[in-house]
Protein backbone atom coordinates (compact mmCIF):
# COMPACT_ATOMS: atom_id res chain seq x y z
CA UNK A 1 0.00 0.00 0.00
CA UNK A 2 1.16 3.26 -1.11
CA UNK A 3 -0.45 5.64 1.14
CA UNK A 4 -3.63 8.30 1.37
CA UNK A 5 -5.11 8.48 -1.88
CA UNK A 6 -7.62 10.93 -2.71
CA UNK A 7 -9.17 11.11 -6.42
CA UNK A 8 -10.25 13.90 -7.67
CA UNK A 9 -7.24 16.57 -7.36
CA UNK A 10 -8.90 19.09 -8.41
CA UNK A 11 -12.13 19.91 -8.92
CA UNK A 12 -13.92 23.28 -10.31
CA UNK A 13 -17.52 23.66 -9.99
CA UNK A 14 -20.20 25.93 -10.34
CA UNK A 15 -22.09 27.47 -7.40
CA UNK A 16 -25.24 25.07 -6.86
CA UNK A 17 -23.51 22.38 -7.95
CA UNK A 18 -23.24 19.08 -6.01
CA UNK A 19 -19.73 17.74 -5.69
CA UNK A 20 -18.66 14.30 -4.04
CA UNK A 21 -14.50 13.37 -3.05
CA UNK A 22 -13.17 10.10 -2.70
CA UNK A 23 -10.32 8.85 -0.12
CA UNK A 24 -8.64 5.68 -0.07
CA UNK A 25 -6.99 5.26 3.28
CA UNK A 26 -4.41 3.00 4.20
CA UNK A 27 -5.66 -0.39 3.90
CA UNK A 28 -5.14 -1.38 7.70
CA UNK A 29 -6.34 1.30 9.03
CA UNK A 30 -9.55 1.25 10.83
CA UNK A 31 -9.96 5.06 11.71
CA UNK A 32 -10.60 8.02 8.75
CA UNK A 33 -10.45 11.81 8.99
CA UNK A 34 -11.62 14.64 6.98
CA UNK A 35 -9.98 18.26 7.39
CA UNK A 36 -10.55 21.51 5.46
CA UNK A 37 -7.48 23.68 4.59
CA UNK A 38 -8.60 27.48 3.54
CA UNK A 39 -5.69 29.80 2.15
CA UNK A 40 -3.60 30.42 4.69
CA UNK A 41 -4.99 28.68 6.97
CA UNK A 42 -4.26 25.15 9.00
CA UNK A 43 -6.25 21.85 8.20
CA UNK A 44 -9.39 22.17 10.39
CA UNK A 45 -11.41 18.82 11.48
CA UNK A 46 -14.78 18.16 9.95
CA UNK A 47 -15.43 14.50 10.88
CA UNK A 48 -13.96 10.94 11.53
CA UNK A 49 -15.09 7.55 10.94
CA UNK A 50 -14.01 4.57 13.11
CA UNK A 51 -14.56 1.85 10.69
CA UNK A 52 -17.86 2.89 9.12
CA UNK A 53 -19.61 4.22 12.14
CA UNK A 54 -19.10 8.43 12.15
CA UNK A 55 -18.28 8.97 15.26
CA UNK A 56 -17.70 13.09 15.47
CA UNK A 57 -18.75 16.01 13.44
CA UNK A 58 -17.64 19.27 13.60
CA UNK A 59 -19.75 22.60 13.48
CA UNK A 60 -17.83 23.44 10.20
CA UNK A 61 -19.96 20.46 8.70
CA UNK A 62 -23.06 21.93 7.81
CA UNK A 63 -26.19 19.76 6.45
CA UNK A 64 -24.92 20.90 3.19
CA UNK A 65 -22.21 17.99 4.11
CA UNK A 66 -22.33 14.35 3.98
CA UNK A 67 -19.75 11.87 4.76
CA UNK A 68 -19.90 8.25 4.18
CA UNK A 69 -17.75 5.21 4.72
CA UNK A 70 -20.04 2.34 3.34
CA UNK A 71 -18.00 -0.53 4.03
CA UNK A 72 -15.22 0.86 6.47
CA UNK A 73 -12.49 1.39 3.75
CA UNK A 74 -13.47 3.74 1.20
CA UNK A 75 -15.00 7.46 2.19
CA UNK A 76 -16.87 9.70 0.06
CA UNK A 77 -17.67 13.47 1.37
CA UNK A 78 -20.49 15.20 -0.27
CA UNK A 79 -21.39 18.55 -0.83
CA UNK A 80 -24.61 19.94 -1.75
CA UNK A 81 -25.70 23.18 -3.78
CA UNK A 82 -21.98 24.08 -3.45
CA UNK A 83 -21.00 27.98 -2.50
CA UNK A 84 -17.96 29.79 -2.67
CA UNK A 85 -17.00 29.91 0.42
CA UNK A 86 -16.78 25.84 -0.16
CA UNK A 87 -13.40 26.49 -1.80
CA UNK A 88 -10.65 25.06 -0.20
CA UNK A 89 -8.34 22.00 0.00
CA UNK A 90 -9.96 18.65 1.24
CA UNK A 91 -7.72 16.46 3.37
CA UNK A 92 -8.19 13.26 3.86
CA UNK A 93 -6.04 11.39 6.85
CA UNK A 94 -6.25 7.78 7.99
CA UNK A 95 -4.62 5.82 11.17
CA UNK A 96 -4.70 2.83 13.08
CA UNK A 97 -6.99 2.92 16.14
CA UNK A 98 -6.04 2.74 19.74
CA UNK A 99 -3.17 5.15 20.91
CA UNK A 100 -1.61 4.79 18.18
CA UNK A 101 -4.57 7.09 16.29
CA UNK A 102 -2.37 9.88 17.19
CA UNK A 103 -0.25 8.70 14.06
CA UNK A 104 -2.23 10.02 11.26
CA UNK A 105 -1.36 9.87 7.60
CA UNK A 106 -2.50 12.20 5.41
CA UNK A 107 -3.43 11.77 1.58
CA UNK A 108 -2.50 14.83 -1.29
CA UNK A 109 -5.78 16.46 -1.05
CA UNK A 110 -8.71 17.83 -3.65
CA UNK A 111 -8.65 21.12 -4.06
CA UNK A 112 -12.05 22.62 -4.69
CA UNK A 113 -13.07 25.66 -6.58
CA UNK A 114 -16.65 26.77 -6.66
CA UNK A 115 -16.98 30.02 -9.22
CA UNK B 1 -10.68 22.79 23.84
CA UNK B 2 -6.94 23.17 21.97
CA UNK B 3 -5.54 25.78 20.91
CA UNK B 4 -2.43 26.17 18.85
CA UNK B 5 -0.23 29.71 17.74
CA UNK B 6 1.91 30.04 15.30
CA UNK B 7 3.03 33.55 15.57
CA UNK B 8 5.61 33.64 12.17
CA UNK B 9 3.98 33.52 8.89
CA UNK B 10 6.67 33.42 7.21
CA UNK B 11 10.75 32.55 7.84
CA UNK B 12 13.66 32.47 5.95
CA UNK B 13 17.10 30.95 6.28
CA UNK B 14 20.36 30.65 4.24
CA UNK B 15 21.04 27.25 3.09
CA UNK B 16 23.33 25.10 5.79
CA UNK B 17 22.37 27.71 8.59
CA UNK B 18 19.80 26.56 11.25
CA UNK B 19 16.35 28.63 11.80
CA UNK B 20 14.10 27.84 14.61
CA UNK B 21 9.92 27.92 14.00
CA UNK B 22 7.88 29.04 17.40
CA UNK B 23 4.49 27.27 18.35
CA UNK B 24 2.53 27.73 21.78
CA UNK B 25 -0.39 25.95 22.65
CA UNK B 26 -3.21 25.77 25.11
CA UNK B 27 -4.48 22.41 26.40
CA UNK B 28 -6.40 21.75 29.72
CA UNK B 29 -5.58 18.14 28.95
CA UNK B 30 -2.86 16.72 30.70
CA UNK B 31 -2.15 13.49 28.08
CA UNK B 32 -1.56 14.70 25.09
CA UNK B 33 0.95 14.64 21.63
CA UNK B 34 2.51 17.78 19.67
CA UNK B 35 3.74 17.41 16.20
CA UNK B 36 5.18 19.25 13.31
CA UNK B 37 4.04 18.57 9.81
CA UNK B 38 5.39 19.66 6.92
CA UNK B 39 3.69 20.63 3.41
CA UNK B 40 6.06 21.53 0.26
CA UNK B 41 3.80 22.87 -2.35
CA UNK B 42 1.39 20.68 -3.70
CA UNK B 43 2.12 17.89 -1.98
CA UNK B 44 0.84 16.05 1.18
CA UNK B 45 1.19 16.81 4.44
CA UNK B 46 4.09 14.91 5.87
CA UNK B 47 5.17 14.39 9.54
CA UNK B 48 8.34 15.77 10.84
CA UNK B 49 8.46 14.96 14.56
CA UNK B 50 5.92 14.19 17.53
CA UNK B 51 6.46 15.13 21.25
CA UNK B 52 4.94 13.09 23.86
CA UNK B 53 3.69 15.45 26.97
CA UNK B 54 4.73 13.34 29.48
CA UNK B 55 8.64 13.25 28.22
CA UNK B 56 10.58 15.62 29.31
CA UNK B 57 13.29 15.02 26.94
CA UNK B 58 13.10 17.09 23.99
CA UNK B 59 12.56 14.52 20.40
CA UNK B 60 14.86 14.60 17.88
CA UNK B 61 14.88 13.25 14.58
CA UNK B 62 17.97 13.96 12.21
CA UNK B 63 18.26 17.79 11.59
CA UNK B 64 15.19 18.29 12.95
CA UNK B 65 14.77 18.83 17.12
CA UNK B 66 11.72 20.32 19.19
CA UNK B 67 12.52 22.58 22.38
CA UNK B 68 9.34 21.56 24.58
CA UNK B 69 8.69 23.64 26.88
CA UNK B 70 5.51 22.42 28.89
CA UNK B 71 5.35 24.68 31.71
CA UNK B 72 5.20 27.97 29.19
CA UNK B 73 3.10 25.79 26.71
CA UNK B 74 5.85 26.39 23.72
CA UNK B 75 7.11 24.02 21.66
CA UNK B 76 9.12 25.12 18.78
CA UNK B 77 10.91 23.02 15.68
CA UNK B 78 14.90 23.95 14.90
CA UNK B 79 15.78 22.81 11.30
CA UNK B 80 19.64 22.51 11.42
CA UNK B 81 22.07 22.44 8.52
CA UNK B 82 18.80 23.82 6.49
CA UNK B 83 18.90 22.11 2.88
CA UNK B 84 16.47 23.69 -0.50
CA UNK B 85 14.32 20.61 0.13
CA UNK B 86 13.01 21.89 3.60
CA UNK B 87 11.67 24.66 1.73
CA UNK B 88 7.72 24.15 2.74
CA UNK B 89 4.81 25.23 5.02
CA UNK B 90 5.27 23.99 8.58
CA UNK B 91 2.20 23.50 10.99
CA UNK B 92 2.23 22.68 14.73
CA UNK B 93 -0.43 20.30 15.85
CA UNK B 94 -2.01 18.98 18.91
CA UNK B 95 -3.47 16.10 19.78
CA UNK B 96 -5.56 15.15 22.72
CA UNK B 97 -4.29 11.42 23.60
CA UNK B 98 -6.88 11.30 26.65
CA UNK B 99 -10.13 11.54 25.44
CA UNK B 100 -12.63 10.29 23.05
CA UNK B 101 -12.00 12.99 20.48
CA UNK B 102 -9.10 12.15 18.01
CA UNK B 103 -8.92 15.31 16.03
CA UNK B 104 -5.56 16.76 15.40
CA UNK B 105 -5.15 20.92 15.96
CA UNK B 106 -3.34 22.94 13.66
CA UNK B 107 -2.06 26.17 13.99
CA UNK B 108 -2.23 28.21 10.82
CA UNK B 109 1.65 27.53 9.61
CA UNK B 110 4.53 29.02 9.32
CA UNK B 111 6.42 29.30 5.32
CA UNK B 112 10.24 28.94 5.20
CA UNK B 113 11.77 29.77 2.63
CA UNK B 114 15.64 28.63 2.04
CA UNK B 115 17.96 30.71 -0.15
CA UNK B 116 20.73 28.89 -2.09
Known amino acids: DTGVSQDPRHKITKRGQNVTFRCDPISEHNRLYWYRQTLGQGPEFLTY????????KSRLLSDRFSAERPKGSFSTLEIQRTEQGDSAMYLC?????????????FGPGTRLTVT | AQTVTQSQPEMSVQEAETVTLSCTYD???????LFWYKQPPSRQMILVIRQEAYKQQNATENRFSVNFQKAAKSFSLKISDSQLGDAAMYFC?????????????FGKGTLLTVNP
Open chain 2, 27 to 33: TSESDYY
Open chain 2, 93 to 105: ASYNSGGSNYKLT
Open chain 1, 93 to 105: ASSLGGRDSYEQY
Open chain 1, 49 to 56: FQNEAQLE
